[in-house]
């Protein structure tokens, strides 16, 4: 599915692909909500970082959180984590340790994205204590990161495009 997206003052324009459009996975991390989740976390999606294209790159900034380890030590997370420097939206997480993917948040897609059938809430452990997570019958809850990929929830769901499908929709 192609994405586009922008930031709020439209000085950055964005689209990629992606096989994995659904915005299910909401993270509570202190991180994620501090930088992209007014609600108390963000949802990122998941798409080709191959197929990235951006206009206005001038206005990207990059940000790499400083992440606890333990006592007062920090170190740099690897993830970027690039944002409109005009306006402040969150646009994308691009990782070299995953250089394939690029994960751009639900918050910054212009296109109609699909409404999934579950959602996955992780990071609950990290929470801030105002957050009151709404949370489903049929969602997943974790204190972490759940070992399902992103990729992974789709394919489970049934919810990825496969060649024949995709050849089907052209016709």
């Known amino acids: 599915m192609k994405l586009q997206g922008s930031c709020h003052c439209r000085a950055v324009r964005f689209e ?26 963000a949802i990122n999606l998941s798409g080709n970082h191959a197929t990235l294209k951006v206009a206005g790159a001038r206005h990207v900034s990059v940000y790499r959180a400083l992440m606890e380890t333990g006592g007062a ?12 420097r005009v306006c402040g939206s969150a646009l994308w997480l691009w990782d070299p340790n995953w250089p394939d993917l690029v994960h751009p948040h639900a918050s910054a897609i212009d296109t109609p ?33 759940p070992k399902e990929s992103i990729a992974d929830w789709h394919e489970r769901l049934g919810l990825v495009a496969t060649k024949t499908s995709r050849r089907r929709r052209r016709t």
């Open 16 to 41: 990629l692909e992606s096989a994995h459009p659904y915005p299910f996975m909401r993270c509570y991390c202190s991180i994620c909500r501090k930088t992209a989740g007014a609600g108390g976390y």
């Open 73 to 84: 030590r920090r170190t740099r997370s690897s993830g970027r984590r690039h944002f409109c």
């Open 113 to 145: 994205l699909p409404r999934p059938p579950e959602h996955t809430h992780i990071m609950l452990g990290s929470k801030a204590e105002w957050v009151e997570p709404e949370i489903a019958a049929t969602d997943r809850e974790f204190r972490g990161y």
